[in-house]
């Protein structure tokens, strides 16, 4: 009886005991299977979201963070918790869940940039403890409501740069107390601009909108690149504002003043109307002029300019060298083993001259410790911070290829750099394809052509291959191909994008003038075969593509539109440059090439080539063919010009 008393008491204890644990062990389980609260509201988030297979590994069963390091792309993860979202370049689109982000208590970031988002700016003050907020080169519009960011206190970072947004700048944001960086470029924003009091203000780029009004004091020591294109600022560090004249009881004063007024507008616009006309009737001579400009080498006070240029360099690095905090500044730094080094005043002892004024700076031949360099000057490349700038050059210079033109040293200050790399031998293509000859010199033959294409798609392949941005390039163009020696082209100028002010990027570069960005506001991974195939079209055609000039793409100034178009009007014998010698047995090989061309520059991203595809069908390509193939049996055969005969057009070309 004693023993099973005592055996029903160890009974009862243990049930007892047992009881919490298997209890725990069921709430473990359905934990577990319901997924952990930092995924469930990542996973809601990604529901509202259009386009959003870049992201489809998010994956439940798998937490998002594992202390430091993320297991979901794009997840920024901090001590185990969720920092924040970067989905930059995912082509990202639908609505932006809010709800579903604020509940998590760590989250600081979120970059959207470089997506399809569109519509008006949704409510961040539902965040109100966001640090960084990065949401540039979208598609967001309308005006932003005034009191927008009130209440986000620890926001540090906001980057809206080339978007739609419209009205003014909400005042709320002069009120942020940690607002350092601040981005609002490349918009249709109205008015004045607020008064900014912010002691740790870095930044604050308002270019190409529309506003007007005196710069606020507290933002006259920045850069003028922060408030260029906007035609009614005044105050340093722009021009002086004008003030406005008082008006007069009088009413014929008011009546005189009208008129005058009138007068002078009329005035203008015939002037500009005919600086129009003017530019529009000898555009193609001036362009022509530019390059051989450009092409040429003048020595008549060159070494006066370029010992000036070097003396305001030197002292006023010396003026900044002062308040440096880098051992480095105001030196050049090297990226090449294999070049002699020197420093800025061996630059400043050096002959040299003029090479030339491009859309990005001048460049000079110095002769250096007896080795000829080219150093480049760069006035808008202000747009990372210097270690951000450092690492890309670092990048740059590690960059091997024999169609690359290697970049030897550069030198950083505030308001402008310089790159500095090997002598070309033979100029740029630009200057072989468009300067005037003399008599005696013949243009390039097609087997040099040939060689030059070749060598281009090879190393812009290498690029693709070697830097994951969209438009590794980004500025393919006949001038920023240069031949050495032996006629070997070499890429320069490529790889810049990230570090040059976006105002100026979307002034100048080649791929802001690409057919995806007029249509969509966006440069796509196949921006720089546009480029490379306006280039392959520019070498068969001899003509200067007007793209070059224009502000943005028009297909009535596009090289491909012409081609076609004679294609269509029959025209075909008038397209290949009268130039080009070495033709003979080579006519079929030049029409497999215009069709690359014209495959490169299709304005539908997706039936344009990639740059394997592009690589691929040049590469196979000879120097000559089977005269008697073409002309013999085949004559009068039509040859495709667009690929898979999806426009239908075919041409024979005559002998």
Known sequence: MVMAAHVATFARA?????????????????VTSSGSPDSDALLKFKNLLANNEAINSWNPSVKPCEWDRSNWVGVLCLNGSIRGLQLEHMALAGDIDLEALAPLPSFRTLSLMDNNFDGPLPDFKKLGKLKALYLSNNRFSGDIPDNAFEGMGSLKRLYLANNLLT???????????????????????????????????????????????????????????????????????????????????????????ILYIVIIILIVLLILAAIAFAFLLFSRKKCKSRI????????????????????????????????????????LTFLKNDIEK?????????????????????????VVVGQPVVVKRYRHMNNVGREEFHEHMRRLGRLKHP????????????????????????????????????????????????????????????????????????????SNVLLDESFEPLLTDYALRPV???????????????????????????????????????????KFPENYLTPCYSSDADLATWVNNMVKEKRTSEVFDKEIAGTKNSKGEMIKLLKIGLSCCEEDVERRLDIKEAVEKIDVLKEGDDDEELYGSDQGKAYSVRGNDQEGYSFTLDR
């Open 14 to 30: 243990t049930t007892s005991s047992l009881a919490p644990l298997v209890l725990a062990f069921v709430l473990s389980t359905v």
């Open 167 to 257: 009205g003014k700048i909400p005042s709320s944001l002069a009120t942020l107390p940690k607002l350092m960086e601040l981005k609002l470029e490349g918009n249709q924003f109205r008015g004045q601009i607020p008064n900014f009091q912010q002691k740790g203000m870095k930044t604050v780029s308002v270019a190409s909108n529309e506003l007007e009004g005196p710069i606020p004091e507290s933002l006259s020591r920045l850069s003028p690149n922060y408030f260029a294109g906007n035609k009614g600022l005044c105050g340093p560090p722009l021009g002086p504002c004008i003030p406005s004249l008082p008006s007069t009881p009088r009413v014929t004063g008011k009546k005189f003043s």
């Open 292 to 331: 051989q400009r450009t092409a040429s080498s003048p020595e008549e006070n060159s070494n006066k300019m370029v010992a000036s240029y070097y003396r305001d360099v030197h002292r006023e690095s010396s003026e900044t060298r002062s308040h440096a905090k880098k051992a480095d500044h105001g030196k």
């Open 403 to 478: 169609n690359l033109l290697p970049l030897a040293a550069y030198y950083n200050r505030r308001d402008e750099k310089l790159l500095v790399t090997e002598f070309a031998e033979n100029g740029s293509l630009a200057s072989h394809l468009h300067g005037n000859h003399s008599a005696e010199e013949d243009g390039l033959e097609w087997h040099s052509r040939l060689k030059i294409v070749k060598g281009v798609a090879r190393g812009l392949a290498f690029l693709y291959n070697e830097l994951p941005i969209i438009a590794p390039h980004g500025h393919l163009k006949s």
């Open 342 to 366: 020197f420093d800025l005043q061996d630059l400043l002892r050096a002959s040299a001259e003029v090479l030339g004024s491009g859309t990005f700076g001048s460049s000079y031949k110095a």
């Open 500 to 542: 040059v002010n976006p105002e100026h990027a979307h002034m100048f570069m080649m791929a802001y003038k690409s057919p995806e960005y007029a249509q969509q506001s966006r440069t796509s991974n196949k921006t720089d075969i546009w480029s490379f195939g306006v280039l392959i079209l520019e070498m068969l055609t001899g």
